[in-house]
């Protein structure tokens, strides 16, 4: 299909790009930005007037709770919701059920997502067999599968010789390693140590649980000779930040990212108790994230996730310490990006940069033949395009979700722009009503 999109103010962070422009699609790639042909005759148009047209967001953290438990969400139910949030690329922890530690449930989970047509989907394989820490997995087979790195979830390596051969092994290859700093035994609480957790009587996590596993972590990189890439899912503290600023000044190979909820939110939000807010990493106090938005502004953290992991009402509506963690944002990352970009006196295109060819620039090789396609508009590349209007708030509330988990600690929180349309391939994944008209 052809498709031209009119009159929009087009952004891109990796070219730089921010002028008023048309953008023409054909045979799903993007043909032309500004000037068109005018021998180009599109089967649809897209009127983007008042609108801002930037690449598609790449999430790096979005739980699809398939396979394994369906109950709390499946890949149509969490995939539109990706797209309807301007996610069109997505990264899925390793962590469902069975585990993602064989080419067999990669394939399976890449047709099941290739045949939806929505938000692509690049899986993270299980860096040991079942998560368990002990034995590492086929990564080669799993790399030709399709996965773009190898992590652990939420589970914590506790055999640091495992850990050092699963760094050396993937420095070898190339390979990307995720890993969530935090150390197991400090890690086992469910609310951040402070006074808050005090006064509420709940289980504290350290600061220490998340600088122990860093400093372990930059230490088994060194002793491989700085050769093995890690990326750090969802750093929660000013001290996790400082250290992440001296090993990159270090030049050690390390990436990062941080989540929305701890971007924006402090342990006094959990209020009495509130299991919303039952998160992991644990919501940290305001120096922490006040240190996660100034690392964020100057490049210490390389990506804003949204650490989409849909719960169902039965697993979190209990008790703040029995709830499970967890919240659906993937719909909400673009518009608490740019409510970030406003606080802060930054940008659109810092708060885009983030969303898009930062995390772009974690993936790097992985992404195969789309590296210059995904995160960015370039003549020539893949059409993943997002179309919002700057200017359009609209209200959270569980109705107004499409994930299948409706729990969100944003509840009542306005969003200061809204997704008009979202492609993805060249193909129009979401599109508000009225929008993609015949031309």
């Keep these: 299909m052809k498709i031209l999109i009119q009159n929009g103010r087009v952004i891109d962070p990796a070219s730089g790009r921010d002028e008023m422009a048309d953008v023409a699609i054909a045979a799903g790639r993007i043909i032309a930005i ?45 995939t539109a919701a990706a797209v309807a949030g301007g996610v069109t690329s997505l990264v899925c922890p390793p962590d469902t059920e069975p585990v993602l530690d064989e080419p067999g449930l990669v394939d399976m989970l890449k047709f099941r997502a ?52 699963a760094l050396q092994y993937a ?19 469910v609310a951040a140590s ?46 996790g930040v400082d250290l992440v600023r001296a090993a990159k000044a270090e030049g050690l190979p390390v990436s990062c990212d941080v989540s929305v909820h701890n971007l924006h939110l402090t342990d006094v939000d959990i209020g009495f108790y509130d299991s919303r ?42 008790p703040f310490a029995e709830a499970e963690p967890g919240a659906s944002a993937v719909e909400l990352l673009l518009g608490l990006a740019c409510t970030w970009a406003q606080q802060d006196g930054l940008g659109l295109m810092q708060a885009l940069a983030v969303l898009t060819h930062g995390p772009q620039r974690v993936l790097g090789a992985s992404l195969g033949t789309l590296q210059a396609s995904v995160g960015q508009l370039a003549v020539g590349g ?18 107004a979700l499409r994930s299948q988990g409706r729990h969100t600690p944003f509840e009542g929180h306005e969003m200061p722009v809204s997704v008009r349309a979202t492609l993805v391939g060249g193909q129009i994944a979401h599109a508000a009503e009225g929008v993609a008209a015949p031309a």
């Design 382 to 399: 893949a059409a993943d395009v997002l179309v919002f209007h700057p200017d359009a708030p609209w209200t959270v509330s569980p109705a």
């Design 194 to 239: 402070g006074p808050l957790a005090t006064r509420l009587g709940l289980a504290g996590v350290p600061v220490a649980a998340e600088t122990i596993a860093l400093h372990t972590l930059f230490e088994l990189m060194r002793a491989t000779k700085g050769g093995a890439r890690v990326h750090l899912c969802r750093l929660s503290s000013a001290a």
């Design 171 to 189: 420095a070898t290859f190339g390979y990307t390693v995720w890993l969530r700093p935090q150390d197991l035994w400090l890690g086992k609480g």
């Design 114 to 165: 290739e045949k939806l047509h929505r938000s692509r989907v690049f899986p993270l394989g299980a860096l040991t067999r079942g998560l368990a820490g002990e034995v590492l997995t086929e990564m080669a087979e799993l790399t030709e599968a399709g996965c773009v790195g190898f992590g652990q979830a939420e589970t914590t390596i506790q055999n640091t010789q495992v850990l050092l051969r």
């Design 277 to 318: 807010f039952r998160l992991q990493p644990p919501l940290r106090q305001q120096r922490d994230r006040d240190a996660l938005r100034a690392g964020l502004a100057d490049g210490t953290i390389d990506a804003l996730v949204s650490d989409h992991n849909p719960v169902d009402s039965d697993a979190k509506t209990l």
């Design 34 to 78: 500004g000037r068109v042909a005018a021998d180009f005759h599109p089967a649809r148009t897209i009127d983007a007037g008042g609108c801002v047209v930037a690449p598609g967001l790449v999430d790096l953290s979005v739980r699809l709770k398939e396979p394994g438990q369906e109950h709390a969400g499946m890949l149509e139910s969490e």
